[in-house]
């Protein structure tokens, strides 16, 4: 894998501390992620890519919706959250990459839909993934920009104010998904959870 910058390099540190453990912090997530997973409409057969995977809670959902015939992918920057998601046994539902979710080392059109959990405010350059994810995805394919906690709620678990110029506010997501490649069809910012649901055009 090529040197990543310091941006990246802090980004795979600060996860790469807290990959032990870490979906025993967050317990009740899974079924937040099913219905994100859901919200892609995979089908039997289809491609499905989990851009910074993390440890890789989707892909046991992504491969029962899109069978054995289908493929999945994982893909995250931190060499330690993929050792846990294997140790998990997700290697089994899917390919796990270690490579930078803005920098996809795969082909043009090559996925019906991605998931990208917690990921695209952690981006040195939110629009360079978003166009890279638009280019690996096949025309009418669906994007997930996916929390499985509304913005306000992670706010305030953290202790903080919610910062009305966030990205992934309403008014600054659509235009930047626009200017991606992608058309943003759904936005779903609840306490519940964050789902910006787009179609590549």
Do not use: N
């Amino acid at each position: 894998m090529a040197t990543i910058d310091s941006g990246r390099q802090q980004v795979r540190e600060f996860f790469g501390a807290k990959a032990v453990g870490w979906e025993k912090k967050f317990p009740h997530d899974t079924p937040a992620y099913a219905a994100a997973v859901g919200e892609l409409g995979l089908r039997p057969g289809g491609r499905a890519l989990d851009a910074g995977c993390g440890t890789a809670r989707a892909l046991p959902l992504m491969r029962a919706a899109v069978g054995a015939t289908g493929t999945v992918v994982g893909l995250d920057l931190t060499p330690e959250m993929l050792r846990e998601a294997a140790r998990m046994g997700r290697h089994r539902d899917g390919a796990l990459i270690e490579a930078d979710g803005a920098r996809l080392p795969l082909r043009d059109a090559a996925f019906d839909a991605v998931l990208a959990a917690g990921l695209v405010h952690h981006l040195p350059d939110p629009a360079d993934g978003l166009r890279e994810w638009a280019r690996v995805t096949a025309p009418g394919g669906r994007l997930a920009l996916f929390h499985p906690i509304g913005r306000a709620a992670l706010a305030a678990r953290r202790g903080h104010a919610l910062d009305p110029d966030d990205l992934r506010a309403g008014h600054r997501i659509g235009p930047l998904l626009a200017a991606t490649g992608w058309e943003l069809v759904s936005l779903d910012d609840s306490e519940e959870r964050y789902l910006a649901l787009a179609v590549r055009r």
